[in-house]
């Protein structure tokens, strides 16, 4: 989910130069990976590519961090203590 999550933010931020052609602008906005092959030595595109994946790795790791704090609410109030409905 997570990954998904990441891809889908960086098919959305990336923003390659406009002299890139059609066909390396969709390759380049598939993935970092495919970015990365399109580039060769265009910094420009590089830079794109990384801010775009920072940007969505970001926002999956919140997500992330939102999702294990809900569990972990959910489980205290849950879980009953050792020793609570003993009797």
């Known amino acids: 989910m997570l990954g998904s999550l990441v891809t889908l933010g960086y098919q959305a931020r990336v923003a390659l130069p406009a002299d890139l052609t059609a066909a390396d602008r969709a390759q380049a906005s598939d993935s970092l990976a495919s970015a990365v092959a399109v580039a060769g030595d265009r910094a420009d595109v590089l830079d794109a590519a990384r801010e775009a994946f920072v940007a969505s790795l970001q926002v ?4 992330a961090a939102v999702l294990t704090a809900v ?6 109030r849950l879980i009953p203590a050792e020793g609570k409905n003993a009797g």
């Open 60 to 63: 999956a790791c919140v997500v």
């Open 71 to 76: 569990a972990a609410l959910v489980a205290w």
